[in-house]
């Protein structure tokens, strides 16, 4: 069997693993009320309250749309458990590779399922799955799939990097998916971000510094944020720019529920090739 190498799901994988670096939100209904009755705060405070709540999140549903250095322009809808195990479901498009740039991702049980499409299964026999184990691999990003040793963090992390900006400012009030919320804006750099970590408890210090380093190997430097906070303390929606090795980088996340059951399952392994065995029999051949 021959594995090309223009296959879509792997080069997707890697997006979106990196772009579940997401922060993480209260999606209460009702809302809007109590985003008009909350006092006044400064706009530091308050996206130091949302970052502190963040902490909460142990699982929640979000779209994500924009832009990456590599892909191009992408959406995506992804679901992810943090507690009691690691546990994620994404549908993503590369919206500038094509009608074939499509992938669904899922991580569950110590491994990343990658396909979910025909042109997958072209490539592997009728099995429309590409598996990769991740239980011996621990941190070391050799032998992983592009970006996969983000996947199992917490996707809050990026929604607390305002924190570490000087000139935040509130800049209104506006409407995300039905609820009211409070925006705000800022930059920071990643010299910033890594000064903000000291004081920090122990996982906190690792998650934001795993994220951090991600966004060092991209080539950034300096992060443009906005952040969209609602009544109950918690982000809403962000929105992250930066400029990149490879180009612009330009994401929003807008989380649609919080602290909901995630179920993520295993395809059947009858449509699943486990990527170990493939290389195996490359080998052999």
């Known amino acids: 069997m021959k594995l090309s190498v223009r296959m879509s799901p792997p080069a997707g994988a890697g997006l979106a693993a990196l772009l579940l670096a997401a922060g993480a939100v ?77 992938a669904e991702i899922r991580l569950v049980d110590q491994a990343m399922y990658i396909g979910g499409n025909a042109e997958a299964a072209k490539e592997m026999d009728g099995k429309s799955w590409l598996k990769f184990d991740l239980s011996g691999l621990g941190d070391d990003t050799a032998g992983r799939p592009s970006g996969a040793s983000q996947a199992d963090r917490n996707p809050a992390v990026e929604s607390t990097f305002l924190t570490g900006a000087d000139d935040v400012e509130k800049v209104g009030t506006e409407t995300v998916e039905g609820v009211r919320t409070t925006h705000y804006k800022g930059t920071v750099t990643l010299a910033d971000l890594e000064k903000s970590l000291k004081g920090e408890k122990k996982d906190t210090r690792e998650r934001r510094q795993k994220s951090i380093d991600q966004y060092e190997k991209l080539g950034v430097d300096k992060l443009t944020m906005d952040l969209w906070i609602d009544g109950e303390d918690h982000t809403r929606q962000f929105r992250m720019r930066g400029a990149a090795d490879k180009g612009p980088l330009d994401m929003t996340i807008t989380f649609l529920d919080l602290n909901k059951p995630v179920k993520v399952t295993a395809p059947p392994a009858a449509e699943t090739v486990d990527l170990a065995e493939l290389m195996a029999g490359a080998g052999e051949g």
Do not use: H, W
């Open 26 to 102: 209260s999606c209460s209904a009702g809302q809007d009320k109590r985003a008009e009755e909350s006092p006044a705060m400064a706009p530091a405070a308050a996206v130091a309250r949302a970052s502190a709540n963040a902490d909460d999140i142990t699982s929640f549903r979000y779209r994500m749309t924009g832009r990456t250095p590599e892909e191009g322009r992408v959406s995506a809808e992804a679901s992810m458990q943090m507690k009691p195990e690691i546990a994620m479901s994404m549908k993503m498009t590369a919206l500038d590779q094509g009608a074939d740039a499509s």
